[in-house]
């Protein structure tokens, strides 16, 4: 008989049809081959119901061909066990027609190959989905597996004491030691970062997160540390616990130097980044693990284990803070069972009774923090003295009282008891002699009296007596002054003056109630007077004459007048017509006899002067010609325009390095060794018109410091001027926008006349 050939089931996630081929698949496509062999390739009368049920029947003579093909099996490529079981039955189930001894021998045979088949290896992974089975006992991993695909879904033994899940592109997750979070990005996200809880995504089942920010209050809403970056708005996994690799640990960012085993904090200071220096309050000090490399780029990792910082009455359940104040206090209500923050005014506080372990008169002090000591009792009338630092105190007893006496006065001390300053019942102070001068004093022993006045002596102050009504105080140089009584007044009378004094009193010049002065007579011209009593003797005696002294009396006119002396030295008023006559002038027109041409300060005959009607009314014509070739005389318009521009007179100016055109700079020569000379032209716009030459000394090119140069054969304007040419020259004129280039002359071109 024919072999038996076992038709393994094509799994259902082989597609029929190859998408590559457009064809049959090749698993299929031998699964219906198979089936076909199966029902004798259309020569026997086999159906596929038959073969739903078994192989097609054997002959007993073919029993050694049946062993010999389930030998067989276990080297077939079989898609799993229950398959190869289910072939075994029906292998059984035809033997039974076979003769006792023969089917003994076979049933052993194939218990045998059976138990072979229950201990056979099971399929690797790869394999699964071939297996269809809904209870897998085990399966071992490859743990030195190479070339391990990164696509998402992955699983495979990382290669150290789990297995690795491919979580994400950028995220391994090895189980069990690495947990994680799939959140969204509010913020632009960079691996490594600290981010913070912002909000959820309702629809997505997930929560928003974003870098932590600078002083970050509340250490509840750190999430985890960044284990790939995130785009704005796009999902990725945060890591909360577990080794981070692939990211810098150097803490070069912070401005830190991070080493291996270094602590991390949440860095209040930097948005989303850490510190190895445990942050100080009042910010947060959230521990976010260590440092496992320090490393720059994708070389640094680090153990991530998030331990929240505590905030008092943050997440206590005893703790309650209201509004908390400068100074405030915690108390315990043991009626609300929880702390709670006072101030200091409600807490009462009771007045010590004892102290243990002080003797009668003992004074306690602190010798260290929360350490309390005494000092033994002291003898009568010690004080307490406070030394330096933290020495304890002591009793000391009290000094005795000095004095020390001051210049003219001596000091006694009263009281009981006298020498000791403390612990006295009275302290009485008194001296003797008198306190000088330079301690405030008088250096005297005065005694007053009514009306003196103090004076000062060489040494100290003293006492006059009193003078006599009327009296005055008169100083004596250094000695005592004096009091004296008042003299009397007298008078001087002046030339032709009588002074008469009046008042009370009239004789004396000190306490008079008042002082009348009063002349009689003219005071003299030489006294600056007048000398005389009438207006005509005063303004003769100031020395006028007749003319003058009329003059001084004229009346004011009430129009304009001319004043006329007369012969006998009176003076007249008189009005225009009037002294119009008195001096002989007419009042008809007059006739010009002679007017003078004009006379100009330059020889020549191109300008001349004439006079028409000189005897009576002149005419004076200044002949100005047009100025030409034969004649001097002013410019027309258009001569204006030639003449105006015409190029200044100036010397060539030699140039040796990069220069500037100047103001009156016509010739400019170029002697600038070495190198190409740059040169600054004038601005075209405020130059129209204006020719200037350039000339070479030096082999090299002269260029505009701009583009402004139009070349000779016109287009575009340039920088170029000059080749490097000793002898190459050129003419420039500005049109009001550029330099254009008239004349070009290389000095190795034949020029021909």
Not at 21 to 39: A, D, K, P, V
Not at 305 to 320: A, C, E, F, K
Not at 459 to 479: K, V, Y
Request: glycine residues 10%; proline residues 5%.
């Amino acid at each position: 008989m024919a072999n038996v050939d076992l038709t393994n089931i094509t799994p259902p996630r082989v597609p029929l049809i190859d998408q590559r081929t457009g064809l049959i698949s090749r698993e299929w496509y031998r699964f219906f081959l198979n089936l076909f062999q199966l029902t004798g390739s259309g020569q026997n009368t086999t159906s596929l119901t038959d073969l739903q049920l078994g192989p097609p029947p054997t002959q007993q003579e073919d029993f050694t061909d049946i062993i010999i093909d389930i030998q067989g099996l276990l080297t077939q490529p079989v898609a799993g066990t229950p398959e190869l079981q289910a072939a075994l039955d029906a292998v059984r189930q035809e033997l039974q027609t076979l003769p006792p001894k023969a089917v003994d021998e076979l049933q052993q045979q194939i218990n045998n190959l059976r138990q072979e088949v229950q201990t056979q290896r099971q399929p690797e992974l790869g394999s699964f989905a071939a297996l269809q089975q809904d209870n897998l006992s085990w399966t071992t991993f490859d743990t030195t597996a190479s070339s391990v695909p990164t696509a998402i879904g992955t699983v495979a033994w990382d290669g150290g004491t789990t297995l690795g899940i491919q979580m994400t592109a950028n995220v391994l997750l090895k189980v069990g030691e690495a947990e994680y979070i799939y959140a969204k990005a509010s913020a632009t996200i960079t691996k490594g970062q600290v981010c913070y809880h912002t909000g959820a995504v309702g629809s997505s089942g997930v929560t928003t997160v974003a870098p932590a920010p600078i002083g970050l209050a509340d250490p509840n809403e750190i999430v985890g540390i960044a284990a790939e970056s995130i785009a704005l708005n796009d999902f990725g996994l945060i890591q909360i616990s577990g080794d981070l690799r692939g990211f810098n640990t150097t803490g070069s960012s912070v401005g830190e130097t991070w080493a291996d085993g270094d602590p991390l904090y949440y860095n209040p200071a930097y948005v989303g980044s850490m510190t190895n220096v445990k942050p100080s309050a009042p910010n947060q000090k959230t521990y976010m693990g260590e440092v496992v490399n320090a490393g720059s780029g994708g070389s640094g990792s680090m153990h991530i284990r998030i331990t929240p910082g505590s905030v008092l009455g943050g997440t206590d359940s005893n703790v309650q803070f209201g509004t908390v104040n400068n100074g405030d206090l915690i108390q315990y209500d043991s009626v609300l069972q929880y702390w709670k923050n006072v101030a200091p005014s409600s807490i009462s506080i009771g007045t010590a009774t004892n102290l243990a372990g002080g003797l009668a008169g003992s004074v306690p002090y602190q010798t260290a923090p929360g350490t309390t000591t005494f000092l033994n009792i002291g003898t009568a009338l010690q004080v307490l003295k406070v030394n330096a630092g933290a020495t304890a105190p002591e009793w000391v007893s009290g000094a005795a009282l000095t004095k020390v006496d001051d210049t003219n006065v001596t000091l006694t001390l009263g009281g009981t008891p006298a020498t000791s300053l403390l612990a006295a019942t009275s302290l009485t102070l008194g001296w003797t002699g008198q306190l000088g001068l330079t301690r405030g004093g008088t250096n005297a022993s005065l005694t007053a009296s009514a009306g003196s006045v103090v004076y000062s002596t060489a040494s100290a102050l003293a006492l006059n007596t009193a003078g006599s009504t009327g009296n005055w105080l008169r100083s004596a140089g250094t000695a005592a002054p004096v009091w004296t009584a008042p003299a009397a007044l007298t008078r001087v009378n002046d030339t032709n003056v009588t002074l008469t004094l009046g008042g009370s009193a009239s004789t004396a010049l000190l306490n008079a109630a008042s002082i009348t002065a009063g002349w009689t007579g003219q005071l003299a011209v030489s006294r600056g007077g007048t000398g005389a009593s009438t207006q005509s003797g005063a303004r003769t005696n100031l020395g006028a004459t007749t003319v003058g002294s009329n003059f001084f009396t004229l009346t004011n006119p009430s129009a304009i007048t001319f004043p006329r002396i007369n012969a006998d030295n009176t003076v007249s008023t008189l009005d225009a017509a009037t002294f119009r006559a008195a001096i002989g002038a007419g009042t008809g027109n007059g006739t010009v006899t002679s007017v003078a041409a004009l006379t100009l300060g330059t020889t020549g005959t191109d300008l001349s002067s004439t006079v028409a009607n000189g005897t009576t009314t002149p005419v004076i014509t200044l002949n100005v010609p047009t100025a030409s070739a034969t004649n001097r005389g002013a410019l027309s318009s258009t001569d204006w325009s030639t003449f105006n521009a015409k190029q200044p007179v100036a010397a060539p100016v030699t140039q040796t390095a990069n220069f500037s055109v100047g103001a009156s700079d016509v010739w400019s020569i170029n002697n600038k060794s070495g190198s190409s000379c740059t040169v600054t032209l004038p601005t075209a716009s405020s130059n129209t018109g204006r020719v200037l030459y350039f000339l070479n000394y030096q082999a090299q090119t002269l260029v505009s410091a701009s583009s402004n140069v139009v070349p000779l054969a016109g287009g575009a304007a340039t920088t170029a001027i000059l080749e490097a040419v000793a002898g190459a020259n050129a003419t420039l004129v500005s049109d009001g926008t550029n330099w254009i280039m008239t004349q070009y002359d290389s000095n190795n071109a034949l020029q021909l006349e």
